[in-house]
C-alpha cells in the first residue's frame, strides 16, 4: 500500500483531482501517491474525494473486497428491508463468483505450483471469501411485525419507525461484520 502524502498548500497551478476533476488552485490543500512505476495520483482536498483504501491498493483481489465493504450495506432514510435483502444477495454473488475465479486461478496453475505459497494464498482466500458468503447467507434480513393495532397515535408511529430504523442498522451492522470477517494474506 502506498504512503499518501498530504500538500496543505499546493505550490503550483495545474494540478487536477483524479476524482471530480476539479482544478487545485495554488495554496489549496490535496494529497497524492505513486505506486511503483507508475504515475501520482492526486486528489483535492474534498472530503468525497478522500482516497479509499480500495484505491490505495494493487492487488485485485483485495481491491474487490475492500472496495465491497466502504460500498455494501449502508443506511440511507427510505432503505427498506427488501432493499437489505436485495444488496445482501447481490454482495453474496459477488463473492462466490470471487471464491470461484480464485478456485479456477489455482486449479488452471500447473500441478507442481498448486501446492506452492502462491497456490495456498489462493486457496485461503477463495475459502475466507466462501466462508462469509455463506455467512451473509444466514443473515436474518427481517423486521418483526408488531402492528397489531392500527392506532393513529404519531408518536407512536414515530416510536415504531425508529425502532423500524434501529433494527435495520442492526441488521446492515451484522451484514457489514460478515463481510469485513475476510482476512487472510
Known sequence: ??????????RKAGLTCGKCECEIKVGEPYVW???????????????????????????????TILGLQETAFKIVDDTTVEDLAGERDDVQSQLEELADELESKRDNMPEWLQDSATGELL?????????????????DVTLDDDDDDDDDDDEEDEAKEEKKQEKLQEIADELQEALSSISCS
Request: aromatic content about 6%; overall charge neutral.
Open 33 to 63: 501517491w505513486q505506486f511503483k512505476n507508475q504515475g501520482k495520483s492526486i486528489r483535492c482536498g474534498k472530503i468525497e474525494c478522500k482516497p479509499q483504501p480500495s484505491e490505495l491498493t494493487q492487488s485485485e483481489f483485495w481491491s
Open 1 to 10: 500500500m502506498p504512503r499518501v502524502n498530504s500538500v496543505m498548500h499546493a
Open 123 to 139: 486457496t485461503e482466500r477463495a475459502d475466507a471469501v466462501g466462508e462469509a458468503a455463506d455467512t451473509l447467507s444466514g443473515v
